[in-house]
C-alpha cells in the first residue's frame, strides 16, 4: 500500500553533516506524521525526530540544536540535516510514516509505514 524510500545515508567525519530523505508513495490520503528513528548496534530504536503534517516538531533531547527535520507535504517526503554529527550518532536510520491511505474499498484508514533503514555511520 505504501513503500517509504529513504536516501542519504553514508561515512562522515565528527563535525560534519548529512542529509536523510524519506519519501512516501502509494495510495496516500494524508500525513499524519513522519520521522526518523535510529538503532546503534546493542541498543533499542529510539526516536530521533518526528514532524506533523502541520509543522509541529519533536526532537530527541541528544540531536537538538544539530539536527533539523522538515516536510515537503507535496512531494510525501521528510528530510532529516544532521550537522555536528558526533561518533555517538552512528546507527542505521529508519524512515517512519504515520499515514492516511486510501483502501481498495475506497474506505480511508490510518497506516504506519516503516522505511528498510539507511546507515550512517560517524567517525572520530
Known amino acids: 500500500q505504501v513503500q517509504l524510500a529513504e536516501s542519504g545515508g553514508g561515512l562522515v567525519q565528527a563535525g560534519g553533516s548529512l542529509r536523510l530523505s524519506c519519501a512516501a508513495s502509494g495510495s496516500i490520503f494524508s500525513i499524519n506524521t513522519m520521522g526518523w528513528f535510529r538503532q546503534a548496534p546493542g541498543k533499542q530504536r529510539e526516536l530521533v525526530a518526528v514532524?506533523?503534517?502541520?509543522?509541529?516538531?519533536n526532537y530527541a533531547d541528544s540531536v537538538k540544536g544539530r539536527f533539523t527535520i522538515s516536510i515537503d507535504n507535496a512531494k510525501n517526503t521528510v528530510y532529516l540535516e544532521m550537522n555536528s554529527l558526533k561518533p555517538e550518532d552512528t546507527a542505521v536510520y529508519y524512515c517512519?510514516?504515520?499515514?492516511?491511505?486510501?483502501?481498495?474499498?475506497?474506505?480511508?484508514?490510518?497506516?504506519?509505514?516503516w522505511g528498510q533503514g539507511t546507515q550512517v555511520t560517524v567517525s572520530s
Open positions: 514532524i506533523s503534517s502541520g509543522g509541529r516538531t
Open positions: 517512519n510514516a504515520d499515514l492516511m491511505v486510501i483502501l481498495d474499498t475506497a474506505a480511508i484508514q490510518e497506516y504506519e509505514s
